[in-house]
């Protein structure tokens, strides 16, 4: 046991984790902004889930609507009332990995957060973990979005895509780029410290 208090509590202070510098900082916060402004655009996309106009056929993941000049739009749940073959099967599949992919980005951005919040030992494992997370969000996200275009391929037009469809979209592309970010930034990074600023 040592006898000097000052050389113990040099010691402690030596432990300290250097401080980061704002670029790193700034760099966090930019890919856990970016990745909550993905989560928002899946969510609303997955939500309203029209994608494809389509020959004054609109088709969605829980709907399909016809328009005409007499009665104006007519949506029904059915879709196999669309006569497009396994659109009614197909589309249960492109909407449940789309809402799982909504939920592993909730998973994901809350480590992300809570890494940032709670500097220890354990950040850079749990930053690690939320970009791990966010990349199954994109892996799930593009392939809800892969289904629903080969599910509709004799449909589809570039720009029969609604906003809804290009909002699912880019959010599937952000998703992807903060998770391969946050990854990198995390390679490069220096170690956390051992003290915890909890």
């Known amino acids: 046991m040592?006898?000097?208090?000052?050389?113990?509590?040099?010691?402690?202070?030596g432990e300290r984790r250097p401080r980061r510098s704002f670029f790193e900082s700034f760099i966090r916060t930019l890919i856990i902004v970016c990745a909550a402004l993905a989560m928002v655009l899946s969510s609303i996309s997955i939500c309203d889930g029209h994608w494809l106009l389509a020959e004054g056929r609109l088709f969605g993941l829980w709907h399909f609507c016809t328009s005409s000049n007499q009665t104006g739009p007519h949506c029904l749940r059915d879709l196999s009332e669309a006569r497009v073959p396994g659109l009614a099967v197909g589309m249960v599949l492109a909407r449940s990995v789309g809402a799982l992919a909504v939920v592993a980005a909730i998973f994901g951005l809350e480590l992300l957060m809570v890494s940032q919040v709670c500097e220890d030992l354990h950040s850079r494992r749990k930053w690690a973990l939320g970009c791990v997370l966010l990349l199954v969000s994109f892996a799930?996200?593009?392939?809800?979005?892969?289904?629903?275009?080969?599910?509709?391929?004799?449909?589809?037009?570039?720009?029969?895509?609604?906003?809804?469809?290009?909002?699912?979209?880019?959010?599937?592309?952000?998703?992807?780029l903060n998770a391969i970010s946050g990854l990198h930034v995390n390679s490069i990074s220096r170690p956390w410290g051992p003290l915890s600023e909890c």
């Open 2 to 13: 040592s006898g000097n208090p000052l050389g113990l509590a040099h010691r402690l202070l």
């Open 140 to 176: 799930l996200s593009a392939a809800g979005l892969l289904s629903f275009v080969i599910l509709l391929r004799s449909q589809v037009t570039l720009t029969g895509f609604t906003l809804m469809f290009w909002c699912q979209f880019t959010a599937s592309f952000l998703l992807f």
